[in-house]
């Protein structure tokens, strides 16, 4: 008779099972990432005599000036469009934090990951809320801009004129719906939880992504309707020549996910599409997220 080879155990490391094992951990050391995040905050700031609040005075600095220089640029309201730049600005820069700094969530955690048994995903809830801290601070910019302009933004208006006229765009202004940015952050933090763990993987593994993505950022700022008006491509905007430039802007998922939460806040309407791109963009983002958590999450310890 024949011997024959017993086949080898089956590594069950390697599995959604393990994947999702290792979030559900993560999200239970609550204690634990959170005051990493806010311990990140203050070391930031260290004998600072405002500490944090560093963050609101340059978010709002960078705010009024790019809001003067394009409301002229542009010849647009600036008791409208204000608001409109300081808020997309605050948004974007939790989007950028996340990429930027979710690239190096890993190496940066380096000698954590390689002396404390700690789920991967805490250090991905690590960075998300150490951005969403930094979020919460740069509200303050948004809330003192919307006080000083609110009666400008409390009824119908448009961005070219601060009033309804026959030609552009008119917004609803502030009111109950604009609580909707509430899921809508909400939203956004769950992407940034996937992409901060997918491009966390990959870029340990290759060390060369984050500068291309790096690169890539500077230029979706101004691809991004951020620092400019979309409201002006249409038609009475001022700039119909341009107008063929539309579809390319909804193709642009980061336009998505900063028009729920700008949108509300500062009283103009959020387009049901966006929705649904978000929604879409959070379900297939989590399933790469997971495929590559289930592939390679056992290998960044030996990668950092």
């Not at 939460?261 to 959070?282: D, Y």
Request: charged share 10%; aromatic share 14%; net charge positive.
């Amino acid at each position: 008779m024949t011997a024959t080879n017993p086949t080898p155990p089956v590594s069950d490391s390697r599995t959604f099972k393990r994947a999702i094992e290792d979030i559900k951990a993560g999200v239970s050391h609550r204690e634990l990432w959170s005051h990493l995040g806010w311990q990140d905050i203050k070391q930031r700031y260290r004998r600072s005599v405002i500490g944090p609040f560093w963050i609101t005075i340059s978010q709002g600095v960078i705010a009024l000036g790019l809001g003067l220089l394009y409301s002229q640029l542009f010849n647009l309201h600036i008791q409208t469009f204000l608001p409109y730049i300081s808020t997309g600005f605050i948004v974007w820069t939790f989007i950028s934090g996340c990429l930027t700094e979710g690239m190096e969530t890993f190496i940066s955690n380096e000698g954590l990951i390689k002396q404390m048994p700690a789920p991967l995903s805490v250090y991905a809830l690590r960075t998300v809320w150490r951005q969403t801290l930094m979020f919460v601070h740069n509200l303050i910019v948004y809330v003192i801009i919307v006080s000083i302009f609110f009666t400008s933004l409390n009824h119908q208006y448009g961005l070219q004129e601060g009033v309804c006229t026959d030609v552009g765009l008119c917004h609803p202004g502030i009111g109950w719906y604009s609580l909707s940015a509430l899921p809508a952050f909400l939203l956004l933090a769950i992407n940034a939880g996937w992409v901060t763990l997918m491009l966390g993987v990959i870029s340990t593994r290759y060390r060369d992504i984050p500068q291309v993505i790096s690169s890539l950022i500077q230029l979706l700022f101004y691809l991004t309707p951020i620092v400019w008006p979309v409201d002006q491509l249409y038609h009475g905007g001022g700039r119909e020549a341009v107008s063929w430039a539309l579809p390319f802007i909804h193709l642009n998922p980061l336009y998505h996910f900063i028009q729920i939460i700008r949108a509300p806040l500062i009283g103009q309407q959020v387009s049901i599409n966006s929705w649904f791109v978000v929604i879409g963009i959070t379900v297939v983002g989590w399933v790469l997220a997971l495929l590559v958590m289930r592939n390679y999450r056992a290998r960044v310890s030996y990668w950092v």
